[in-house]
């Protein structure tokens, strides 16, 4: 529920920070809570009036989601904003690669030496440790804002696809003009453009067209102009840049249901598993570090060998596009399940071998054998999650561009309940998943899920092989 919760704040930031506060304000103000919520908690269990207060832990948790979650869309987007245009390419590329690699170092090392700290000094010290940490961190930003390039906020993005929508449907009986010099261009309205890009109009979603059509009753008797009667071509794009968007994005939600099924569905194999290496007990929950271990090194290889290497095939600088990049994500996903089904099926075949069929009891094998699944995974993110932010930073309008990241990482949070519906249903109709899975047919669930992404796959291909890329005019 708190990860759920952190990455649905992401909305909240991606919001105010493209409306009102820009990024790097959002940044600022959503860090400052998030470090008071560290405070809180690490007070929560030191003092002796706090330690039995549930509501303290409650606020302290939640305000750290709240800072943690509204900061990702900010932090992508402001980074990403500092390199020119022309790097668009190549530096900005590598950019997400790495911002990538750095969530996912400090995601390994709050799960393995701050949860070492705290369960040998305490979780005072454990949150404390954490409170300095973002504390110098803060202090690192601040130090240098007067040489960030901040991009203006102009506005409610809801607002003004609604005006665009509302727009259109007043005309809806007028016939476009053949010639589209005679649509509202963004140079008759710069007032409201406030420096963004100015978008080619396209022939898609032609409806919304009729929005920038110049129609007397789109002023007043004073001359102004009703933004709620007439749209510039660039505002119509930009609702069209999302609606493009969102088919390719509902694709991503199914590989962030296979990522989640690692501290889920894999673990509850690997229980039943032999979990000891000579005098050591290898919690089944821990393999999900040989996932961390290959995003580290595997993204640095990306960048350094297969990038250079498939330059020389594709003619592009960054290698493959970031949807090509992304859709070979989802393809390890599916190599993931088939991976994860053929070691359950032969994980079936030792316990009955063995006698344990009726018995709720580990097998002899190891569960080492869960690590190819891991780091297929593993790989997969590196390519769809990184593919992903960068092509949505990229194809954004500059307006929504913290937005479009939002829903990026909100697929995360999709991906969770979409487990858990496929979850529950499976186990409701079919009984796949008892408490004993000596019993059950848990590699029937991986096959229906590989399945799906197989489905999935072919699902993406569609709209990513006709995708119209946003082009500035």
Same mark, same amino acid.
């Given at each position: ?31 400052? $809570? ?51 245009? @022309? ?15 750095? $969530? ?25 440790? #954490? ?25 409610? +993005? ?18 476009? +003009? ?32 009729? @929005? ?34 969102? +088919? ?76 090509? =990049? ?45 690590? +190819? ?22 194809? @954004?309008?500059?307006?929504? =561009?913290?937005?479009?990241?939002? #829903? ?45 992404? #197989? ?10 092989? =006709? ?7």
């Amino acid at each position: 529920m708190w990860q759920g919760t952190s990455f649905l704040t992401a909305l909240i930031g991606a919001y105010v920070a493209d409306s009102h506060w820009g990024n790097y304000l959002t940044i600022v103000i959503f860090t400052v $809570i998030y470090f008071m919520g560290l405070v809180v908690l690490t007070l929560s269990t030191s003092l002796p009036f706090l330690k039995h207060s549930s509501f303290t832990s409650y606020l302290g948790l939640y305000m750290v989601a709240l800072g943690a979650g509204a900061t990702k869309p900010c932090m992508s987007a402001f980074g990403a904003d500092q390199f020119d245009d @022309a790097d668009k390419t190549t530096a900005k590329g590598s950019f997400f690669s790495f911002y990538y690699l750095t $969530i996912t170092i400090g995601a390994l090392l709050a799960g393995t030496v701050v949860v070492w700290i705290q369960d040998n000094y305490g979780w005072t010290i454990g949150f404390g440790l #954490l409170t300095i940490l973002i504390g110098l961190a803060f202090t690192n930003l601040l130090s240098g804002s007067k040489f960030y390039r901040c991009r203006k906020p102009v506005g409610s +993005p809801f607002t003004r696809m609604c005006q665009v929508i509302v727009a259109a449907t007043r005309k809806f009986n007028m016939d476009l +003009p053949e010639n589209e010099s005679l649509l509202c261009k963004a140079t008759e309205k710069s007032e409201m453009r406030q420096g963004n890009e100015d978008l080619e109009n396209t022939p898609e979603f032609s409806f919304l067209n009729k @929005a920038s059509i110049v129609s007397a009753s789109d002023f007043t008797t004073a001359g102004a102009l009703n933004p709620w009667r007439l749209c510039t071509t660039s505002q119509v794009e930009e609702l069209k840049s999302i609606l493009r968007l969102l +088919p390719i994005w509902a694709t991503f939600i199914l590989f962030a249901s296979v990522s989640t099924q690692e501290s889920t569905v894999f673990v509850e194999q690997g229980i039943f598993m032999n979990t000891r290496l000579g005098s050591l007990n290898i919690p089944p929950a821990s393999l999900t570090t040989f996932d961390v271990l290959t995003v580290i090194v595997f993204t640095p290889l990306y960048d350094m060998i297969i990038i250079p290497m498939t330059r020389q095939f594709t003619g592009k600088e960054r290698g493959l596009s970031h949807l090509q =990049r992304a859709g070979i994500g989802l393809f390890f996903s599916i190599i993931a399940m088939v991976s994860a089904a053929i070691l359950e099926t032969k994980r079936l075949e030792v316990a009955s071998e063995e006698g344990l069929v009726h018995k709720k009891a580990a097998v002899s094998m190891s569960i080492l054998w869960q690590i +190819p699944q891991h780091v297929l995974v593993g790989i997969g993110e590196v390519l769809n999650q990184i593919g992903m932010l960068a092509f949505f930073y990229d194809q @954004a309008p500059d307006s929504m =561009r913290s937005l479009c990241l939002a #829903l990026a990482l909100l697929t995360i949070s999709l991906g969770g309940y979409v487990t858990s519906i496929i979850l529950t249903t499976t186990d409701l109709v079919f009984g796949w998943i008892p408490d004993n899975l000596n019993q059950g047919h848990l590699d029937r669930f991986f096959w229906l899920v590989s399945g799906l992404c #197989l489905l999935n796959l072919a699902v993406f291909v569609y709209p990513a092989s =006709r995708f119209k890329y946003k082009r500035s005019s």
